[in-house]
């Protein structure tokens, strides 16, 4: 039960809707958050909910007449909804884009003005960006990062930590685990690329609230979007695509773009210099499989998520046309094309991480097309048979035709055995050594 002096304190503190908001609009913004807090229905503690409450004034001002009161009125409900069901992050979320996040029947997206016109430009849904490794991920990404809305920082595998991070440190709620995790996250190698304070990333884990995954992904973002002073978020790690399920759970008004490439491309380079000489991915036999459960991944996601929140786009035709494909992906992200997004080489010296500038020499040009099909040419007969033996059915499927090379009987019996051998796809590639690549030249360096 809410005391009434907290009442007063929140009614107080939204008072301002009353000036931008007429009538009916700005008293249901009230109701249907406030009888949820006398009710008892809301159990979170008296300075949050306040906090809550003193957000909804930062509305005022963007909406008039009809427009208003139907502005409010959907907002009040999916704002009520949100924290009814402990998401604390999305109403936050929701409140400070004035309701333009993509959620459900109740999401603003499509919010009218006075004339009843589509707003653009105000959502603040996280970003994902996924795809297999080589695929197109970090040309992506950069085209994204110049959008003056959006900042994606560089990968740095922060799903596949904080998916296992209670059950391996304990629960997020106890502080000791919060920092035994804070502490991990900062000394993460990835995470120190990022070139931020450390401290300042230390004491926002700490502080993130609510303490659950959803809560740390949103504070570590937090200094990203502080930082380039943009309103919207996302996050680039190719190996998202396998625990999307856990990203709808933490984000679920989240929207996802899948970078698909040709699997032959991908995995000749994967499989030679300069990313072979940082990451080992085994054989191209390994890449197919990987290759093949990425889009097993992702159709499944796309079914989850649905079309106003999966958009899936083949690098061959961003790099065919990339201000059309482009233009869709901020159609489909509720954002205004910017030219400036086609220019994302001018800072992409700036934007990727070091340990990666190696193999991602090519983001600092222009989009072109000299890397598609390159398999014809850098690939022997054996290595296109063996990939396309595992994944011939996804290759035609995404609209990629075969070579016809049929393999002879020996591989045909390495093809059978590689599609029949158990993996732990869930896990990163590992070589036949064991230890990563990546982690044996970063310890052979700190030694």
């Known amino acids: 039960m809410v005391m009434k002096p907290l009442l007063g304190m929140y009614k107080a503190r939204c008072k301002p809707l009353f000036g931008a908001c007429s009538g009916r609009g700005a008293e249901r913004l009230h109701g ?6 006398v009710e008892g229905r809301l159990p979170f503690r008296q300075e949050k909910v306040l906090e809550i409450g003193a957000l909804l004034v930062l509305l005022k001002g963007p909406c008039s007449g009809r427009g208003a009161a139907l502005a409010t009125s959907r907002l009040g409900a999916e704002a009520a909804r949100s924290l009814e069901s402990r998401q604390v992050v999305t109403a936050r979320r929701v409140l400070r884009s004035g309701g333009t996040t993509s959620t459900g029947v109740g999401s603003m997206a499509a919010s009218t003005s006075g004339e009843g016109q589509p707003s653009e430009g105000r959502r603040t849904a996280p970003i994902f960006v996924v795809g297999h490794p080589r695929s197109g991920t970090t040309l992506l990404r950069l085209i994204l990062n110049a959008h003056s809305r959006i900042v994606i920082p560089p990968e740095a595998h922060i799903a596949s930590f904080l998916r296992r991070c209670e059950s391996k440190y304990g629960p997020l709620v106890n502080e000791a685990s919060r920092r035994q995790i804070a ?3 900062v000394s993460k190698r990835r995470m120190k690329e990022w070139e931020l304070d450390s401290e ?5 884990i700490m502080e993130a609230d609510p303490p659950t995954p959803a809560g740390v992904f949103e504070a570590l973002m937090s200094l990203w979007t502080d930082k380039a002073r943009k309103p919207r978020w996302g996050e680039k790690t190719p190996g998202t695509y396998r625990f999307l399920p856990e990203v709808n759970q933490w984000f679920p008004d989240s929207q996802v773009i899948h970078i698909v490439r040709d ?3 991908v995995a000749v380079s994967c499989l030679n210099p300069p990313f072979a000489d940082l990451y080992d991915k085994g054989n191209v036999y390994e890449v197919a499989v990987r290759w093949r459960h990425a889009m097993a991944c992702c159709r499944r996601a796309k079914r989850t998520f649905g079309s106003k929140r999966f958009l899936q786009i083949r690098y061959e035709d961003l790099t065919a046309d990339p201000e059309k494909v ?4 901020c159609d489909f992200l509720g954002e205004r094309f910017e030219p400036a997004m086609l220019d994302y080489h001018e800072s992409a010296k700036t934007h990727v991480a070091r340990g990666d500038s190696s193999f991602h020499e090519r983001t600092k040009k222009s989009v072109n097309r000299g890397r598609v099909e390159r398999w014809r040419n850098d690939a022997a007969p054996d290595f296109i048979a063996g ?6 059915r996804d290759l035609e499927a995404l609209g990629y035709s075969l070579s016809g090379i049929t393999p002879q009987t020996r591989q045909q019996i ?3 055995y590689e599609r029949l051998k158990p993996r ?3 896990k990163n590639y590992r070589p036949p050594g064991g230890q990563s690549a990546e982690k044996r030249s970063s310890s052979s360096a700190d030694g």
């Open 183 to 185: 502490e991990r996250l």
């Open 263 to 265: 699997g032959r491309d």
């Open 32 to 37: 249907e958050i406030c009888w949820k807090m």
């Open 326 to 329: 482009t233009r869709s992906i």
């Open 200 to 204: 300042e990333m230390y004491m926002r």
């Open 424 to 426: 732990r796809l869930i």
């Open 387 to 392: 990939f396309e033996g595992i994944a011939s």
């Open 414 to 416: 390495r093809i059978l």
